[in-house]
């Protein structure tokens, strides 16, 4: 099995693939997808809705070497054209993975998914001002 559809598997199983244009959509909707996939036998009407939602909630949105059959076998629902990982960490791994085998097609996405990973570190860790000793 590929390695990028192992990490596709773990996040499956961590409840960090939302799976289907559905789940998708909501996903991109309440802020919580990270990176958008489509598979490369996606019809044109799930490719123009999950390319819209990306857009419209400012995520990134691939087009995957993969088939519909493939994303299916991993997260175990009939063979979406679609799906939202939702973490930031596992969506930059996922995409370098991706630029590694194939670097004129994903070397771009992946850099700015691993800036946005970087700045969100950064971010995270903000002191709340208020410090408790113990004594």
């Known amino acids: ?57 400012r995520v990134l949105h691939i087009v995957l070497p993969y088939s519909s059959f493939e994303l299916g076998n991993i997260s175990g629902r009939g063979s979406p054209g679609t799906a939202a990982i939702l973490d930031t960490g596992l969506a930059a791994r996922f995409l370098r993975g991706l630029a590694e085998t194939e670097p004129d097609r994903y070397k771009e996405p992946a850099e700015l998914l691993q800036k946005a990973c970087a700045h969100a570190k950064k971010k995270k860790h903000t002191p709340s001002g208020k410090r408790r000793t113990v004594q």
């Open 1 to 57: 099995m590929d390695r990028n559809l192992q990490i596709l598997g773990l996040a499956k199983k961590a409840g960090l693939l939302a799976v289907g244009l559905q789940d998708t959509v909501c996903a991109a909707r309440a802020g919580k997808a990270r990176l958008i996939v489509s598979t490369s036998d996606a019809s044109d009407s799930a490719l123009r809705r999950a390319r819209n939602s990306a857009e419209s909630n």
